[in-house]
């Protein structure tokens, strides 16, 4: 049963890092678009950036351009968050996404990870 299981999430203070990590069960990374989104309460689920199958192409949301870095390892099966100077604003549930279908998108992932917390406090 293909499952996606995130780790790294936890309390930081503004300005502070932390580096997410998504690992992909019964399923080859490298055939899938991997993206992280993230949701707060009251609030539409928010694509934060995305990786291309071969890791040649990557996107950001222009919140956290220049702060988070997405980065995969195919032959682990794994995604990675890296965030740097959090601020409040990045405090959210962090949920990890696969796509198959199309190219250099995620708009309507076919797997979802069940999310870690991440909270930055002022």
Not at 1 to 27: K, P
Not at 72 to 80: F, G, Q
Not at 84 to 111: F, M, W
Request: net charge positive; glycine share 10%; proline share 2%.
């Amino acid at each position: 049963q293909v499952h996606l299981v995130e780790s790294g999430g936890g309390l930081v203070q503004a300005g502070g890092s932390l580096r997410l990590s998504c690992t992909a069960f019964e399923l080859t990374l490298s055939w899938y678009t991997m993206g992280w989104f993230r949701q707060v309460p009251g609030k539409e689920r928010e694509l934060v950036a995305y990786i291309s199958r071969n890791a040649m192409v990557t996107n950001y949301a222009s919140s956290v351009k220049g702060r988070f870095t997405i980065s995969r390892d195919n032959a682990r099966n794994t995604v990675h968050l890296q965030m740097n100077s959090l601020k409040p604003e990045d405090t959210a549930v962090y949920y990890c996404a696969a796509q198959y279908r199309g190219t250099n998108t995620i708009n309507s992932p076919d797997y979802w990870g069940q999310g870690t917390q991440v909270t930055v406090s002022s």
